[in-house]
Antibody, heavy 120, light 110 residues
Framework: EVQLVESGGVVVQPGGSLRLSCAAS????????MHWVRQAPGKGLEWVSL????????YYADSVKGRFTISRDNSKNSLYLQMNSLRAEDTALYYC?????????????WGQGTLVTVSS | QSVLTQPPSASGTPGQRVTISCSGS????????VYWYQQLPGTAPKLLIY???QRPSGVPDRFSGSKSGTSASLAISGLRSEDEADYYC???????????FGTGTKVTVL
């Protein structure tokens, strides 16, 4: 059974930094691209970032480019999101999601999310 | 912000058929697969349809997806109370080099 468990969400002040983690199990982690997707309170879904199976390629939404960094450790079956220069508009539930099939297909499994609140 | 356009709401009585549209452009729906997700209140999204019209195992065949040109649709037949949820379409966007989501549709079972 595929499981994705996010952690690291807290309340942080504007301008602060945070690192989210996602522990994956139930599938061969290094076979798949992985994503971060977020959802602001009461709002829709917004894709944040993507990393290829080997970490060699990364993509970011314009809203986070230059502030967030996605990475993975295939030896630990883990995905990360380093978030710097946080803004109030980054407040959201952050989901880790597995890519479907090969290449950069979209998401087939999602974690339960970890809540990031940016507030003074 | 969302690049794909969906109606904000849709409704039907139990047993009816409901269709949700998703309108995009040549850079997303027009040239890439469409995915559909169901988000029940307070839960994470769940994959309903992948690669335009494929159902993952465990998803009832009451749910079906289709795509034509730069638009896609999700149909729910035999509507049930447990289908009350938010539904999102999504597709890769070649211009943005990333996935884009629809605005979301809230389905209500009357």
């Amino acid at each position: 059974e595929v499981q994705l468990v996010e952690s690291g969400g807290v309340v942080v002040q504007p301008g602060g930094s945070l690192r989210l983690s996602c522990a994956a199990s139930g599938f061969t982690f290094d076979d798949y691209a992985m994503h971060w997707v977020r959802q602001a309170p009461g709002k829709g879904l917004e894709w944040v970032s993507l990393i290829s199976w080997d970490g060699g390629s990364t993509y970011y939404a314009d809203s986070v480019k230059g502030r967030f960094t996605i990475s993975r450790d295939n030896s630990k079956n883990s995905l990360y999101l380093q978030m710097n220069s946080l803004r109030a508009e980054d407040t959201a539930l952050y989901y880790c999601a597995k890519g479907e099939g090969d290449g950069y297909n979209l998401f087939d499994y999602w974690g339960q999310g970890t809540l990031v609140t940016v507030s003074s | 912000q969302s690049v794909l356009t969906q109606p904000p709401s849709a409704s039907g009585t139990p047993g009816q058929r409901v269709t949700i549209s998703c309108s995009g452009s040549s850079s997303n729906i027009g040239s890439n697969y469409v995915y559909w997700y169901q988000q029940l209140p307070g839960t994470a999204p769940k994959l309903l349809i992948y690669r335009n019209n494929q159902r993952p195992s465990g998803v009832p065949d009451r749910f079906s997806g289709s795509k034509s040109g730069t638009s896609a649709s999700l149909a729910i037949s035999g509507l049930r109370s447990e289908d009350e949820a938010d539904y999102y379409c999504a597709a890769w966007d070649d211009s943005l080099s990333g996935p884009v989501f629809g605005t979301g549709t809230k389905v209500t079972v009357l």
